[in-house]
């Protein structure tokens, strides 16, 4: 009899295990989203200059392989921010499109205009653009000049 009852108790604490290990294989699963997160204007800092975020075309953010968010309020900001941190962890870099306020793209696929008549949060005068049509007409009413990625990532390290 008190065989059978501890039986019965291993039993029972096997199957509390096994229950425990799915809700933190499913915790880890869902803990560990590498996506984009909302920029909560107004109220998010910047991570490299300590600003509030409030300017909704300009805003850009970084994402780690392990999820982490860092949230800039300009790509500048995320650009400066590059430079000190081991880009090799870096999974997403986002940028709002200029076109359509608050919407991030991949500013690795961006096209980027830099127009004097165009401000920036950090006077870099950087625009992101989710195409190059939309960047090109919009460098015929306020001048500057197009870049893409890895051209304005060589032009701003050496300016």
Do not use: R
């Amino acid at each position: 009899m008190l065989c059978k009852k501890k039986l019965e108790i291993k039993t029972k604490i096997m199957q509390t295990l096994k229950h425990y290990y799915l809700v933190a294989l499913i915790l880890l699963f869902f803990g560990c989203n590498v996506s984009p997160k909302p920029i909560d204007y107004g109220n998010d800092g910047c991570n490299f200059c300590k600003m509030t975020i409030v300017d909704k075309v300009h805003a850009a953010e970084i994402v780690t392989k392990k999820g982490k968010v860092y949230k800039f309020d300009a790509t500048e900001c995320m650009i400066n921010f590059m430079n000190d941190f081991e880009t090799s962890e870096i999974k997403l870099y986002l940028s709002n499109n200029f076109t359509q306020p608050e919407k991030l793209i991949d500013a690795t696929k961006a096209t980027f205009l830099i127009s004097e008549n165009i401000p920036s949060p950090m006077g870099a005068y950087l625009s992101a653009f989710n195409n190059k049509v939309e960047a090109e007409k919009t460098q015929k009413e306020n001048g500057g000049v197009l870049y893409t990625w890895s051209q304005l990532l060589t032009y701003l390290n050496t300016n």
